[in-house]
């Protein structure tokens, strides 16, 4: 079925069509609030609380975008609404999970990898999503969106309601952020 029909479905109250775009987008949209949240109770509440959002505003679905890049954008919306709370609530520092909800993908061991490198990729990850989890709010987002997600320029400028141009620059000044802030590290990165 194209996306159209797909639209027309859902604006129609089809709860069928309804349960197929959750099936359909939920593992990305959970996925993406975990790397934007880093606690996986957060993210699920976030991505539950993207499909409220989504099912109540059906009707101001203007369909400019694909319904994905439609989630997409609430779901950065919600998240960064978290993350403001967070901030206020923590005296204006940084929201940083603790170890134990640092665990973002369980992996299966490279048989050919040795446990040093093992440990060592592992010090990198971590040190990565701790560096990524201290960029600003917006720097976070471009970083998640065109590095981890894989979306394209326009793909974010249309979640982000910015131009290509805007987006390019953007990731740019992320990255450079975030290479700073992996420079502390050097060691883990050589």
Not at 37 to 63: G, I, M, R, V
Not at 90 to 103: A, G, M, R
Request: some cysteine; overall charge positive.
């Amino acid at each position: 079925m194209d996306e159209k029909e797909f639209v027309k479905r859902l604006k129609s109250g089809d709860e069928q069509a309804f349960n197929e775009m959750v099936e359909r987008n939920s593992k990305k949209i959970y996925y993406l609030c975990l790397k934007m949240l880093q606690n996986e109770k957060d993210a699920e509440d976030a991505a539950q609380t993207t499909f409220l959002k989504a099912y109540t505003n059906l009707s101001k679905f203007e369909e400019k975008s694909s319904i994905s890049t439609w989630l997409h954008r609430i779901a950065v919306n919600v998240c960064t609404d978290i993350l403001r709370k967070k901030k206020k609530t923590t005296n204006n520092s940084l929201y940083v999970t603790n170890q134990d909800e640092e665990e973002y993908t369980v992996e299966i061991p490279d048989e050919t990898e040795s446990v040093e490198d093992s440990v060592i990729r592992k010090e990198q990850k971590e040190a990565l999503y701790r560096a990524i989890s201290e960029l600003k709010p917006k720097q976070k987002k471009f970083i998640i969106l065109r590095d981890i997600e894989n979306l394209s320029y326009e793909e974010i400028a249309t979640i982000l309601k910015l131009n290509v141009g805007t987006v390019k620059s953007g990731i740019n000044r992320a990255r450079k952020a975030l290479f700073e802030k992996l420079k502390k590290n050097s060691e883990l990165f050589s």
